[in-house]
């Protein structure tokens, strides 16, 4: 696959911010202009209101929640998630971006743009990582090799979530066989794992995808 360089992005078109206050920012960035789109690192509330949709990378989501309070993020982001701006969240992005947090902290806080109960590091802590291929709904190629870090899963979708990815179904998998792992609801997108490492740009390539069309259609 011939991928475009960093010249081939353009100057206009939307710009993809990545939450840059921990976490693997770089690797989001790198992937999204693969893409074809521009982005910026966003630490502070002026650069969250020049950007046209956001990235939540992984991380520490505990940390990550505390750091968006320090940072008088917490409102604004919650602001521009509700008026409809295009959302990722990759593993602790997808945390951040959820309704409710089963085994979270007593103070950690989330952003309930995905109307969706996860629970964090549910695959145990015994299995801290590992690699799965798994079958995702509307991606062309086939199924997709996911690299999962201390991942949460899905464990309740509302009505208008759709569930894109689930945990195959294999004798080995034990508890954690069928469970969901990557969502949309509108223009927000949630793995629990993180393309951003594989090279495999599919994932991104559809988060821009739902970027681009968000400036013909504005999704709620
Ligand atoms: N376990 C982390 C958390 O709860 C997520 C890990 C990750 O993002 N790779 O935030």
């Given amino acids: 696959m011939v991928r475009p360089t960093l010249d081939a992005v353009p100057e206009n078109g939307p710009v993809v911010g990545v939450l840059a206050l921990q976490g693997d920012v770089r690797e989001h960035q790198r992937a999204i202009a693969e893409c074809g789109l521009r982005s910026t ?131 080995t998998a034990g508890s954690a066989a069928g469970r969901i792992v990557a969502i949309r609801q509108g223009c927000v997108l949630g793995t629990a794992f993180h393309p951003e490492l594989t090279g495999d740009r599919r994932v991104h390539q559809l988060f821009c995808e739902m970027v681009r069309q968000s400036r013909v259609r504005a999704c709620r």
Avoid at 44 to 61: Q, W
């Fill in 41 to 171: 690192l966003v630490r502070r509330p002026v650069e969250l209101a020049g950007v046209d949709a956001l990235i939540l990378p992984g991380g520490e989501s505990t940390t990550m929640s505390r750091l968006l309070v320090v940072f008088d993020l917490m409102e604004p982001l919650r602001t521009r998630l509700a008026e409809g701006m295009p959302a990722y969240g990759a593993c602790a992005g997808m945390i951040l971006l959820s309704r409710e947090i089963l085994d979270g902290t007593p103070d950690q806080r989330s952003l309930a743009a995905l109307d969706v109960v996860v629970r964090r590091n549910a695959f145990g802590r015994q299995v801290d990582s590992f690699e799965a291929d798994l079958e995702f709904s509307g991606l062309p190629g086939g199924s997709v090799r996911a690299v999962f870090i201390r991942a949460p899963w899905v464990e309740q979708v509302g009505s208008r979530v759709e569930v894109l990815a689930r945990v195959p179904d294999a004798p």
